[in-house]
Each structure stands twice: as structure tokens, then as C-alpha cells.
């Protein structure tokens, strides 16, 4: 098998090299269990903007606060981030440059995943697709080194495009510590197409290497290397137990580890839920079982569907969502094909556009966050996932965001596998506020230069009146206080942008609130 050199240390004599990491191994081994604790996000911007709308998941902050962040590069669905042991920003990347905390371009830190589909069909400032195609893991052999691991798409012009493995480093030592891009785009695979999204890691039982695991296309096989302080091993591929192919398993799911590591999960609506046992000594998966969450007899391959799996903190729960639903399954079950239980379905809102079931990520609050496959103002979220059935309390476009999300959710590696507390339920809801089941609300006209008609729903009898401004929170609030069918409003007196209009019932035991986006211009 290869094997990719560290960069660093390639020069030095082995055994040299072996004395100085027995004396790291205690610093290595005391992880990076906040490593998830900032989310970057954001949308794709204009190619003329000199800034894009982004907006930032903070989960140090009690209660979690999501701020808006004015970005240099947009986002797609291809994003990763890293904090440090304190939970603080270091870098991130949307798969075509890399920013450093202050949310600028790093030295070298442009053109990650240069070629033929970035220069003929996807300008930088779109942020490279692909949700999960991206990683960022800490060097096992130097404490402030960094791999970005990445897919790079071959544009063929007379035949299929290809995905590629690619390899670039980040030094944070560099730039007066904020960090230097100090190799980039080196090639790791290009032997076989790979499936689009399904790159993930986790911890090597030793607690500081890594084993990344990728499955190829029109095969059976997972790509399996070893990330150790040598650099980057190629072992020997294993076998799925399942062909993929490119039409349908391609970029339409996503793969998890188990929060302990003992067990790996890949769905998408097509292949259905693919699980197996997971030996983090050996990098070994074994016992592979398919899980039926779809009738197959039902599953219609002509329609284009994305999903996504996730795990409950307890491990207990995995998580399948297909754009339409969302299923829960119970890996208790002595049967787990006994342990699908279906959870809800899109309920149909409009922010602005569909806001169906897509991406997850656990979150370190011990909540599960979803977006939608389109640009949104607003979130899903499963509050209670360590819960059965419905209980797991899912909430959909249950959390406002400042602006709109591309589209997409950061891939981590899984951290805290060997904490007994894999989550920290102290982090209380966005805001400190309970979350809400958002319905639409109606107003005309829209765009407007001020005055506007709201539709009021028939069962709004009396409650509060918000006017949000995507970028400064709140500017308005009032009382609604007796029944009516439309209420005048006039947003004259603000400036030129992008509002949310939300009614919030006074007596509201369903936890429901109205909202609608409303484009004031001159």
C-alpha cells in the first residue's frame, strides 16, 4: 500500500523522530474534544460582492448563539472548520480557499482544488459543492499542523467527470500564528472514481492517529487510510458488501461513525441504511447489515433525492433523512430492521424556498441540527434525539438564522468518542428560547417601499409582531391584541434590505409562529 509522507518530517531520521513523539504523546493524547464548538456558514454571494452573508454557530456561548458574520468567501454545501482544545476558531474552509479566524484568506490559501471544473465551471466565490467532501484533522506528529482532506471533481469534457482525493496542510505557527497553507492540493487517490459526499474519520483507538474511510463508485469497496505521524497510509481496501453506482448512490447520502466509534452508518434514500461493526485498532469493518427504511417495491429511482444519517448522542439512535422524511432506527432491537420507526415528513414551508429534509450534524448541545437542501433562512432541529420515536421532539424551521445558509453543514470527524459524556446538555437552546414550528405567513406586496399587507392566519387571534432584520436582529415589536384577517403594516422608515415578518401566537402550547420574508427597496 502507499503511503504520503508528513511533511514535515520526512527528512529526519526515524528514530530521532520516534524519541521526539514518546515526548509528545502525553500533549497528542489529551485531544481536541471541542474541536466542533464553532460552525461557519453561510451563502454563496455574489461574484461582485467584496463580501458574502455568513453567520456563525457558537456552542461556547451559554445559551448557543448563532451572530452574523460578514465573510470573504461563500458557501455551498462544501464547508469543514476546527477549533481549538478551548473551543476557539483556528481556520475553515468551503473547499476552495482556506480563512483563518478572522475570516481571512491564508497565505497559499487560494485555489484549494485548482483545476479544470473550478477554472471552466465553478467560480470561487459559489464555495465548491460536495457536503461531504471536506475534512480538516490534526497532525498525530505535530500538535500544530492541520490536513485538509478534499475531493476534487475532473471536469471531462468527452467522458464522466471524476472525483479525486486531494491532500493540503495548514502550519499554524505561520503567519504570526493565524496560519499558512503550506502544502496544497497533493494528490492521494485517483485510481477509480470515488462517490461523491461519505468522506469521514475518526480516532484510531491509540487516541491521536486517524482512520478516513471513503467508498469508491460502480464498486464494492471502501478506501481505507491510516493517518499516523508518518504521514498519510494507504492500507488495503474492504469490502462493502454492496455495489454503488454513480447514478443514484453518488452524492445523495452521507456517512457517520457512532459516537464510540464501535460502528459505522451510510444512507442515502436509493441504497438504503448501511451498517457495520467498527474496530478502531485495525480500521476493520465487519458485519455489514442493510437496513430496509423504504419499502423497496416503493423506492423510485427516477426522482432525485438527498439524505443524510446521523447518530444519537447515546448511540443508541440512527437518524435517516430523504428530503420528504425522517425515520429513526433502533440499533437496540434484537431485529433492527424491527426498529425503523417513521418520525415526520416536510411539512411544505416556503423560506423562501422548500425547506426539505437534508443535511445533519450532532451538535455539541446533544442536539441534531438539519438544513435544507435549498438556501434558507431557518433550520430543523431534533432536540431530544437520544429519545424514542417521536419524542426525539423534531422541530422543523425551529431555528431562525441571520441570513440564509447555502445549502450545506460542516463535516467534522467525530470528537469525544473516548469522553463518557459525548455532548454537553448545559448548552441550552439558541437564544435561551424554546424553538418553534414555523408556518407561512402571506404579504403583499413583496417587494415593497414600505406599505404591506399581512395575511393573519385564521387561528391568530392576538399575540406579537416581529420585524427582523437579517443583519441587526429585531428593530420592531409589538402587540396584536383582537381577531383580524389582514393588518396593515408600513417598513417605509427602513432601510433597503431584507426583513422577517413573524407572528407569534400569546396562548401557543404547539410552540407555532408565522413567518414570511419581505424585500423592502426603494
Same mark, same amino acid.
Given at each position: ?17 520516534l ?16 474541536? %466542533? ?18 453567520f ?15 465573510l470573504?468567501y ?29 475570516h ?5 490559501? %487560494? ?13 470561487? @466565490?459559489?464555495?465548491y ?14 500538535? %500544530? ?18 472525483r ?5 496542510y495548514? =502550519? ?31 480516532? @484510531?483507538?491509540?487516541?491521536k492517529?486517524w ?37 443514484r ?10 459516537? =464510540? ?6 444512507y ?12 478502531r ?38 437518524? !435517516?433523512s430523504?428530503?420528504? =422524511? ?10 433492527i ?28 448541545? !446533544? ?12 433550520? @430543523? ?23 440564509s ?11 469525544r ?5 459525548? !455532548?454537553?446538555?448545559?448548552i ?9 414550528y414555523?408556518?407561512?405567513?402571506k ?7 414600505g ?22 436582529g ?29 407572528l ?19
Open positions: 500500500m502507499g503511503i504520503v509522507v508528513h511533511p514535515f518530517f520526512n527528512q529526519l531520521d526515524m528514530k530521532i523522530l524519541s521526539i513523539l514518546f515526548l509528545l504523546i502525553p500533549i497528542l493524547l489529551t485531544g481536541q474534544v471541542k474541536g %466542533d464548538y464553532v460552525w461557519v456558514s453561510g451563502i454563496q454571494g455574489n461574484e461582485n460582492q467584496m463580501y458574502r452573508d455568513g456563525i454557530f457558537d456552542f461556547n456561548q451559554k445559551p448557543m448563539g448563532i451572530d452574523y458574520q460578514k470573504t461563500g458557501f455551498t454545501s462544501s464547508r469543514a472548520s476546527i477549533c481549538d482544545e478551548e473551543g476557539r476558531l483556528m481556520f475553515y474552509s468551503n473547499g476552495q480557499g482556506v480563512l483563518n479566524a478572522d481571512q484568506l491564508m497565505p497559499n490559501g %487560494d485555489s484549494i482544488n485548482w483545476g479544470s471544473f473550478a477554472e471552466f465551471a465553478w467560480p470561487s @466565490h459559489l464555495g459543492p460536495g457536503p461531504q467532501d471536506l475534512i480538516i484533522l490534526r497532525d498525530p506528529g505535530y500538535e %500544530d499542523g492541520y490536513y485538509l482532506l478534499h475531493k476534487q471533481i475532473n471536469l471531462i469534457l468527452d467522458g464522466p467527470n471524476t479525486e482525493l486531494w491532500m493540503s495548514v =502550519d499554524l505557527t505561520k503567519d504570526h500564528g493565524r496560519g499558512d497553507v503550506t502544502l496544497k492540493n497533493e494528490i492521494l487517490y485517483n485510481e477509480n472514481y470515488l462517490l461523491s459526499s461519505y468522506l469521514t474519520a475518526i480516532r @484510531h483507538q491509540n487516541q492517529d482512520w478516513i474511510i471513503q467508498p469508491k463508485v460502480e464498486d464494492s469497496t471502501f478506501l481505507t487510510f491510516l493517518l499516523d505521524e508518518i504521514g498519510i497510509n494507504r492500507m488495503e481496501d474492504q469490502n462493502t458488501g454492496y455495489f454503488f453506482d454513480k447514478s448512490s453518488s452524492a445523495s447520502g452521507t456517512a457517520r461513525f457512532s459516537t =464510540d466509534g464501535t460502528q459505522y452508518a451510510l442515502n434514500y436509493y441504497d438504503q441504511l448501511h451498517l457495520y461493526d467498527f474496530n485498532q485495525t480500521g476493520i469493518l465487519s458485519n455489514h447489515r442493510m437496513v430496509e427504511i423504504y419499502d423497496p417495491e416503493e423506492i423510485d429511482r427516477e426522482i432525485i433525492n438527498f439524505g443524510s444519517v446521523e447518530w444519537s448522542p447515546n448511540g443508541r439512535f440512527i437518524y !435517516c430523504s428530503s420528504e =422524511d425522517l425515520f429513526q432506527v433502533d440499533t437496540w432491537e434484537e431485529d430492521q424491527n426498529g425503523v420507526r417513521f418520525i415526520d415528513s416536510y411539512n411544505g414551508t416556503l423560506d423562501p424556498f422548500t425547506t426539505k429534509l437534508y443535511l445533519m450534524v450532532q451538535a455539541p448541545d !446533544c442536539k441534531i441540527y438539519m438544513t435544507p437542501k435549498n438556501g434558507s433562512f431557518s433550520i @430543523h432541529v431534533i432536540n431530544k434525539p437520544d429519545e424514542l420515536g417521536t419524542d426525539c421532539d423534531f422541530v422543523q424551521n425551529g431555528i431562525n438564522l441571520p441570513n445558509n447555502g445549502g450545506g453543514m460542516p463535516n467534522f470527524p467525530r470528537f468518542v473516548d469522553e463518557e459524556k459525548k !455532548c454537553d446538555p448545559t441550552s437552546s439558541v437564544f435561551g428560547q424554546a424553538v418553534y414555523r408556518r407561512d405567513l404579504a403583499f406586496p413583496n417587494p415593497t417601499s406599505p404591506l399587507t399581512l395575511e393573519i392566519p385564521e387561528d391568530f387571534t392576538k399575540g406579537t409582531l416581529e420585524i427582523i432584520d437579517i443583519r441587526a429585531a428593530v420592531h415589536r409589538q402587540k396584536l391584541d383582537h381577531p383580524q384577517e389582514q393588518y396593515s403594516l408600513d417598513i417605509g422608515h427602513l432601510p433597503s434590505g431584507v426583513y422577517h415578518i413573524e407569534y401566537p400569546e396562548y401557543n402550547p404547539g410552540r407555532v409562529f408565522y413567518g414570511v420574508q419581505v424585500v423592502r427597496v426603494e
